[in-house]
């Protein structure tokens, strides 16, 4: 395990109070793991706008299968992205709704465009993307 560093931070007592209240919210036990995340996070921002590097990320879509033509639709564009694209997860969420779970690994610009790919097909009602880092 990494060796661990102090630092003292200085902040106004209103943003402290606020940032406590919060943390209380997220059920954090301490005031170290909750600003932790907030550094991983920011990195994980960060990694995402360095395009040379890869991350990870999931897309969760939800859409009509009774849609003509959308199932094809959907599965050539994953196969056109079929580098990126690590594994995926079909529910049968009710008689006419789906849900799929793609797992995927590779640079932001050519995930934001699966994304945006995926969503822009009509019948396809959310595609939320999940992005997180490849290289912790
Ligand atoms: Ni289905």
Redesign the pocket.
Known sequence: MAKLVRFGVSLDEQLLKRFDKRIQRKRYTNRSEAIRDLIRQELVMEQWQQDGQSVAAAITMVYD?HQRGLVGDLMEIQHDYHDLILSSQ????DHN???EVIVTKGSPSRLEELHSRLQAQRGVFHVGLSITTANP
């Open positions: 299968h079909h529910i049968h969420l709704h789906c849900l």
